[in-house]
């Protein structure tokens, strides 16, 4: 075990295997300087909550304070690595600029305040919109960083103590369409495959997943495969040129917002060919049909020309997926947020299930999360479907859940699908929602058309809570600031994009009057005098443990099933997938392996949307298409994106990560090395369109759309001809504008407002942009 | 015989539902989901009315294939309308008539489809008949939408 150079080497040092074998434990480990293990105190039991993948790990602690991190040797995820977001990333906790105390604004400013102060105005002005419009004037956005019980009691909160419908989480940016896609298919939410999976599969083909930046120990997992004997092939669909793109077998960059036409021209070749499991479609799927007459319209002459891909390209790509014997798909935001979003990963599953590659070691599809615990968002319904992955559309869901937290069936909302971000917004925008309550996240960064959405969160008239651990940009815009603990300060449980639930423990002590987002939801129901309908106190749990085992009664006989699971266990196993049961103890490593879904009507979470319009599916229409709960293959038309390329705006622009920040950099710019590793943002340029232009490396250039401008140093090479990216992460927090009042950084104030009509999730990778040099003085050239 | 008349029929509704789509779009631009959505389904009629003339052909019928253009001054002036009152609730009552009109004319859309494939089938002219029976799903689909849209937004109009 040893200290690593986690910046330089972001991947670490290579521990071969071969497939079917046991990926080797490599311990990574990083400890302030001039520590020594030794030197530690005590080692406490986390895991990693800087992206997605969940890597299990201790924190070490000294006099009280976080000092280092090493990855769990024991843990099914990492098996001992560490991300470099997770080796630097903890001091961001100890930041001399941590909230400490709450804030009110007065006279225009944020002033200190004291809890009492502000809780009391947050619960005065609750009771006065509920008094005078009703629940549908406040609404909550929160994130994929909180725990699953702070999801879970505030989903509870929402739904049965104020009885809003406008709940969602900022896992709408990073993994909305996931989830979505997984209901298409499966009638539920669940990822059907595992990381293990890597240790078995003979082709792995990543669909718009840069997995080197977003989950670098699962490309640590996949690096070991290639440099083992017999490794796998791999397929990398990416307009860049990434570390995935350079590793593969075989590279397509297809044009942005062109993934449905590529996907629909592989399914063609697919069946054309006769690379299809018959027995399998027959047995488990419904919809084979519908999904060959749409495909057929896509042969591949047709889909080079609008990919702007070679037919070669293509007919390589179909030749690798149809003679895989294992193949494991994955699935991110290249997808995800782009054109199409939900009928392109849609068809990513569908190529599995006509493959017959489900629920056996190395065959299946994981349709990635972005955000450290957004499983947990989604399965306890803190954002767009109902606790426990019920169906809003089915009462007997509805009425379970009556009976779960005591109130009337009336007091949920279920007359329409929960509100989703986007729409959250729109309403405040037209004054119809006056109150909103952000936690954990930064939507004055992080969303699409900056300028709009800054001038909807300023409005006077909207009310706007920031739960926080720093200043943010959204908080600029706040009427009162909380101060929340953040990991590592306070216990509870979050799961990956693998469905392992691991457990957080509590090492030190938040900073000043900092509290946990769990005791502030509580402490606002208790002062809302929230109650069941036998004047119980509602939610009636006080504390990490006992919101746990209330999650698990709602988690109970659903897809999510926690019920095997205790802190007990979490202590003594690093990492458990559900479901976890009685007949399952030790989880559940794959998911569909008896070709048996969890998409019966009276069981589904979702009765599916119409994949072009959106449109949710009628429960009658749902029963008589799928009656036995088979699998669903549904495809659909591509459409050109909303906007393209013209003369004046030349380029398709797209927006995505680094390795070294995580989200809005709220912590990741708190680290010094990650800092120092990408300190300020920059603009990717093909050389053939640098060239043209007269772009060099480190030139400073001005990017624009039809939204605005930002300015950013030139990176030449790394990108197809005719798209440019920016890396969404910066913003403005630490400039001398905090609030972005005046834009020209954030990434976001150049993309558009549009989102897929089936997942909701915004777009940030259609949009169309011209780019020109900058003198020195930042003058036109 | 009158399948001409029906064709001619259900050219004339599907060229009013093209035009009101695209006219709903722009009214409501501050409605990014109405607008994009709108704008797409529109493809589907306008893709309806080139097959419509074509098929009119053969009974002597002469239609129009090309899209109807709306008014590119009353365009601009619609779309500035929604985003100059974009900030305002009381453009959601209109939002919800446009759908409630837009839902109607789908309606009748869908009803022609199904008289145009009851006299396909009954004078046996099969390409007829497999137009209907492509196109129609798309009708009954942009009138799922019109409902489902009327059905998520009403409750915040109304309630507030």
New interface residues.
Partial sequence: MAGRDGIDQPWGTRTPYGPGGEWPVRVDRHLADGLAPADVDRWVRSAAVLHSNGDGLDIAVKDGEIVGVRGRADDRVNRGRLDPKDLFGWQANASADRLTTPLIRRDGELVEASWDEAMDRIVEHSKELLAE??P??IGFYTSGQLFAEEYYTLATIARAGLGT?HLDGNTRLCTATAAAALKESFGSDGQPASYTDVDHADVIALFGHNVAETQAVLWSRILDRLAGPNPPEILCVDPRDTPVARAATLHLAPLPGTNLALMNGLLHLIIADDRVDHEYVERCTVGYEDLKAMVAGYPPERVAGICGLTEAEIRAAARLLGSAGRLLCTVLQGFYQSHQAAAAAVQVNNLNLVRGMLGKPGAGVLQMNGQPTAQNTRECGADGDLTGFRNWANDGHVAELARLWNVEVSRIPH???P?HL??LL??A?????RFLWVSATNPAVSLPELRRIRSILAQERLFLVVQDAFRTETAELADVVLPAAIWGEKTGTFTNADRTVHLSEKAVEPPGQARPDLDILLDYARRMDFRDQDGAPLPPWHDAESAFEAWKRASAGRPCDYTGLSYEKLRATSGVQWPCTGEHPDGTERLYTDGEFFAQPDHCESYGR?L?????V?PGEYRAMNPDGKAMLKAAEY?EP?ESPDETFPFALITGRTIYHFHTRTKTARAPELQAAAPESWVEVSDGDAKRLGLHEGDRAAITTPRGEVRARVRVGGIREGVLFIPFHYGYFDTDDPAGHEGGRAANELTM???D?VSKQPLFKTAAARIRGLDALGGAR | MKLGLAIRELHRSETALAKDLLKVADRHA????VH??A???A?WSHAHLRDLADAGRHYDVHLSGDAPVPSAPLTALRTTASELT????E??LVLLADLRRLHRKAAGVSLDWELLAQGAQAVKDTDLLALATRCHPQTL??L??T???L??LS???L??
């Fill in positions: 419009q009703g549908s004037a419908n007359y329409g699908p509100t986007m729409q729109r309403y925008e037209n004054g119809t929602l119409d072009i319009t959106g449109a949710p009628e459409l909303h407002t549009d989102w009509p | 501050v409605e990014h989901e994009h959505v704008h797409d389904l493809r974009g900030r305002r609730p453009p959601g689909r942009q799922k939408w409902n489902a849209m059905k998520i409750p915040q109009i309630a507030s």
